[in-house]
Every structure is written in structure tokens, then in C-alpha cells.
Nanobody, 124 residues
């Protein structure tokens, strides 16, 4: 059974850090691109960052460049999103998703497997 499970969300003050984790099961993680997406209330789902399976090629949206870093451990079937210098506008539900075709894209429509999401709230 294909499954992704996110963890690590929570409440943090502006300027703080969080590390999100995504655990994969039921498919070969090393062939899949894993992406992190977020959705704030009333807004469209947005691609934040992704990392390809075979070569670890990454892509990151401009709004988080220099603050967020994606990484993966294929042996542990885990993908991480390290978020530093968090801002209130980073508040959203964060999802990890898999594109088992392995494209390096932040287009959420191309991802076929999704986790349930984890809430990140940045507030003082």
C-alpha cells in the first residue's frame, strides 16, 4: 500500500526553525521525486521544494530560497524539509507527495501519492 506520512509541524515564533519529515512506504523511494507543498486557508496549493530520486536534483520556490532545505535518505525511506527563519506567511498545512515517474517539478497536479498533511503555524 502506497503511503506517505508527514510529521514535525507545530507552532513556532517568527525567525524560528522546524524540520518536517516524510516517511514513505509501499514504493521504491529512490526512483520517485518527493515534493513538499503547502496550502494556506483560501489559497491555492503551492509547491515549496522537491528532490528527485535518482540524482537528488532539487528545486525550490523563490519565496523560501535560502531558508528551506530539502533532503532525503533513501535507505530510511525518509525525506526532510528543514525550515529556518520562518515567517508568518509560511503558515500553512504542509504536504509531502510523490511523483513516481521521477520528474523534477513543483506542479502539484503531477504528483500521484499524497500524505495527510501537517500544520505549521508561525506566530508570536
Amino acid at each position: 500500500q502506497l503511503q506517505l506520512v508527514e510529521s514535525g509541524g507545530g507552532l513556532v515564533q517568527p525567525g524560528g526553525s522546524l524540520r518536517l519529515s516524510c516517511a514513505a512506504a509501499g514504493f521504491t523511494l529512490s526512483y520517485a521525486t518527493i515534493g513538499w507543498f503547502r496550502q494556506a486557508p483560501g489559497k491555492e496549493r503551492e509547491g515549496v521544494s522537491c528532490i528527485s530520486g535518482m540524482f537528488g536534483i532539487t528545486k525550490v520556490v523563490d519565496s523560501v530560497k535560502g531558508r528551506f532545505t530539502i533532503s532525503r535518505d533513501n535507505a530510511k525511506k525518509m525525506v526532510y524539509l528543514q525550515m529556518n527563519s520562518l515567517k508568518p506567511e509560511d503558515t500553512a498545512v504542509y504536504y509531502c507527495a510523490a511523483d513516481r515517474v521521477g520528474r523534477t517539478t513543483l506542479d502539484y497536479r503531477l504528483y500521484d501519492t499524497w500524505g495527510q498533511g501537517t500544520q505549521v503555524t508561525v506566530s508570536s
